[in-house]
């Protein structure tokens, strides 16, 4: 009897993605869609929670904020309890949560008590995409992981065309309530489907859990975004809201780095950064998501601030970069598997880098067909750049790796994700505020009342308002061509196996 064919020698159909693992890539999607779809629609209804509930924009702001503090409190605790409980117990559990916390959403009767409620959606919310990431990657073979992510990357898509959209109209034609109530269905289906789906878990309960490492890295890391997130509505990293949260975060999650090298099991595995791979990963992921999604928060503003637009028709007007974004993914996740994702993501980078230098240049009047040719190139580039970044993390690692590592990459994702958001709206503010004419239209709308402007004075101020969105795409933009140096030193090979140098280390 003949002995089995090597990797290399196997035939090209063993590498498709098979139909067991495209029935896992479903249920995560699934769950994924959900959570992702909920943030971009809850963002179009802040000015429909300032009316109904009778509050200012900053409180109804922490209907955002508390979800984003909640993710951040519960995503170290998923790398340890998926080895615990096992991935499968604990997505139903996250699914369950967020479910329950979108229908309580739909019944809150003030502001805090929707922000109340949006806390434990987040709960749930925080775990579904770590999760999704463990169960995909386990479900596929090293080789195959750039395709799997790419799979992945469709909820990250959906997110930003279908939310806004879906937001807008459900408050018009139906009521604010529905924004929420249209996670139930998704929900049942995502839960009933997982339960019959998803292999059964094998959990391993002999790990310790981390209770200084939790007591340290949780409140740290929600107080070090709750100052973060305090930026834009403050105007300055100055302020006692944004200084006192952050340097008491910063303090703990620094006493966290130097007691997670001590216990057997972390509550954050901070020796996979001796994988080199991963820790240039990690930084790549780090500066790119700072100033793309810092930027991408702003294009809706311009359409809605300076083009006037209103906000169903902004959010159709980002639906270019989606599209864009669905062209490349999955191309980009085959290549990534047949030629590594160092090549890929450069080649996304230079995509955006030429995209975003419209935007450096928008002003009051600038073309549609330019504007929406420049986020569907950005959009081409987004679609080449996370996702095989993301493969490039998690490849090398073993099995029992593969929960800590993408906690990890989740928490680096949404700390610069809050921090790029944070440094784009403080530079854009201050850009504004800056101008005699801009400021004084900017704070007329903030506050609705009319601006104190003559008429042939708003047409100036508009394009001082522009000027700023121009000023603060500049700033993003030099941040992105930044990150080529990190995304140099990504492989530009494939991989062949999971080859974790940090496995004799950790254990």
């Not at 693992?21 to 959900?34: E, F, Q, R, S, Y």
């Not at 469709?154 to 009521?175: F, H, K, R, T, Y």
């Not at 998704?186 to 998803?198: D, E, K, N, P």
Request: aromatic share 8%; net charge neutral.
């Amino acid at each position: 009897m003949s002995a089995a064919p090597p990797s290399s020698a196997r035939p090209a159909a063993d590498d498709k993605l098979d139909a067991a693992v495209l029935k896992v890539a479903g249920v995560v999607v699934l769950g994924a869609i959900m959570s992702i779809l909920d943030i971009t629609v809850v963002s179009v209804a802040l000015p429909t929670f300032q009316s109904t509930f009778d509050a200012t924009y900053a409180t109804v702001a922490w209907t955002m904020t508390g979800y984003t503090l909640a993710l951040a409190t519960v995503i170290p605790l998923t790398g340890w309890a998926a080895d615990r409980f096992g991935t499968k117990r604990l997505y139903l559990l996250a699914l369950v949560l967020f479910v329950l916390g979108s229908v309580l959403c739909s019944t809150a009767w003030s502001i805090e008590s929707l922000i109340t409620f949006r806390v434990i959606q987040g709960l749930g919310g925080g775990m579904l995409m770590p999760l999704g990431m463990t169960i995909m990657t386990r479900a596929a073979r090293p080789e195959r992981v750039g395709r799997v992510m790419a799979v992945l990357g469709v909820p990250m898509l959906l997110g930003p065309i279908a939310g806004p959209i879906l937001g807008g109209w459900l408050i018009e034609s139906v009521s604010w309530h529905w924004i929420f109530l249209i996670n139930v269905p998704i929900g049942i289906a995502a839960f009933l489907t997982a339960a019959r789906v998803l292999p059964k878990d094998a959990p391993t309960p002999s790990e310790s859990f981390d209770f200084v490492g939790m007591l340290l890295m949780s409140p740290g890391l929600a107080l070090l975004l709750f100052g973060v997130s305090s930026v834009p509505g403050e105007g300055t990293v100055l302020a006692t809201k944004v200084l006192v949260p952050a340097a008491i975060g910063a303090v703990l999650i620094a006493l966290f780095v130097v007691h997670a090298f001590r216990p057997e099991h972390p509550l954050i595995e901070l020796r996979l950064f001796k994988n080199r791979q991963l820790t240039v990963a990690v930084i790549t992921m780090f500066m790119f998501a700072v100033a793309f999604f810092g930027a991408m928060l702003l294009i809706p503003s311009y359409f809605l601030q300076v083009r006037g637009e209103s906000t169903l028709s902004a959010g159709i007007l980002m639906a270019p970069q989606g599209i864009g974004a669905m062209f490349t993914m999955p191309l980009a996740g085959k290549l990534t598997d047949k030629i590594g994702p160092g090549r890929i993501v450069l080649s996304g980078l230079v995509l955006i880098v030429v995209g975003m230098a419209v935007l450096t240049q928008v002003g009051a009047d600038t073309s549609y067909w330019l504007l929406l040719s420049a986020l569907f190139v950005m959009g081409m580039g987004m679609g080449a750049t996370m996702m095989p970044n993301m493969t490039a993390a998690l490849q090398t690692l073993s099995d029992q790796m593969i929960a800590r590592g993408s906690t990890l990459m989740n928490i680096v994702q949404q700390i610069a994700s809050s921090v790029g958001a944070a440094v784009m709206s403080v530079v854009l503010t201050n850009q504004i505020l800056g101008s005699p004419l801009g400021g004084k239209l900017m704070e007329s709308m903030q506050s609705g009342q009319p601006p104190q402007l003559t008429q042939a004075q708003i047409p100036q101020a508009v394009a001082q308002i522009a000027d700023g969105f121009s000023g603060t795409f500049t700033v993003a933009w030099v941040l992105v061509i930044l990150t080529f140096i990190p995304a140099f030193f990504l492989p530009r090979h494939p991989s062949a196996k999971a080859v974790d140098p940090t496995v004799a280390a950790v254990h």
